[in-house]
């Protein structure tokens, strides 16, 4: 272990650089940090809470209701991953309702992609 | 339908004194191939039809002189009733048994079995023929003329410190991957899925594909970091680093989008955006095709295997190094 001259100190958790990266990205430091990702969020779930980063509003309800599982969140996952999966987590959930709305409305979802054998 | 029966039967009749014993085996022989004639002509089944029927009676007739008088026309029946299931036409005796036995007319299970499968072969050969055609022509749309549209020159590291270049990817096909070790999920899944690839490839074409990922992040992906990281997803996956400019020039030639900053600190933790496409390179280093994520790995499997077995050049099977 150890590429990086220094990391930090947590005894819990994964190892981390100063700067929040991880200091490995195994996949096993990837199961921890997906582990306490799906914990958060089946919180968050509970709580009907669907944003926990954009606004500030959403940030407090968040902190206020699942606190615990957030600092277990980011003590598993590099702090650029944790941002990046609470705000998928809001992407997605739009991306699930924009299909619905247009299913709903008989339309077709045709994912755009290079050209591939029999639709060139 | 019984009229005109009725007027061929009776030509025939009155034409079978004529007929000398000699001329009979023609007619048995006829008799007996009209089923494929009848297979491969169903446009002219009208006219075959009522050729069968006239062709019948006058077989009925020889069979019975033959049977009478036994003569060697006898052998030639047998010998050439190999196609018929149906009873065998010693038993009809009269007239009314052998129109009863061509009622279903020249349509028989044989000739079914026959025209079933003939058209099931020109239609399995036309699919592959089309799909094949259909392949060469997306391998030759995206081979650019004089330049390559995708991919070109390039001077890189392995993970074990030594220099690969774009070179060294001549003489087998590839699969480019461009990702960095510290992506949250979607490389992970995607680099599972190439070694499912290359292993399902491998088993079917040989060793002729190379999984290469090249890091978009150069500053964190250390040939050391790379080995590490992508020897859990599969030994044989040869990881590319090198300096921020060689990266930045390999990923404008790949056409992938590249938003690495360029001056990170030790330590410091971001993440990269970066296309998320496989690059199927040919062993003259020109683009084939690009395998999306809407792709399992078993159908990314067979556009690989398919335009590999399509390769009319020679193929390395040995190791680059060997």
Redesign the interface.
Known sequence: MGWWPFGSSEQDGVKKTSGGAFESPSRTNRAKCYEARDAFFECLDRNDILDSINTKDGRATARNACGQEDVIFEKNCAHSWVEYFKKQRVVNYQKEQTIKRIEAEGGEIVAPQLPTRGSS | MASPCNCIAGTVRSLRPMIAPRTEPIFLRFAARRTLVHSRASGTAMVARKLGSKAAVSVSRAKIQCLDSGSTAGGVWRGSRAFSFSAPRSKLKTIQQVWARNKGGPFNITAAVIFVGTAGALWAYFTYEK?RM??K??AE?TKGIGKPKVGGPFQLVDQDGLSFTSEDMKGKYSLVYFGF?????IC?DELDKMALMYEKVKEKCGDVLLPIMISCDPA?D?P??LK??LQ?FHPDIIGLTGDYEQIKETCKAYRVYFSTPPNV???????VDHSI?FYLMDPEGDFV??I?R?FTAEQAAK?ISDHIKDWQGPLKKKDRWA
Do not use: F, T
Not at chain 2, 181 to 185: F, K, L, R
Not at chain 2, 265 to 271: A, E, F, I, S, V
């Open positions: 799909e259909a392949r022509r997306i749309q070790s510290h992506c949250p999920d992970p964190r250390s050391a970091v590490e990281y859990e600190k030790l330590g410091q933790d971001y993440l496409y095709e690009a999306g809407n556009v």
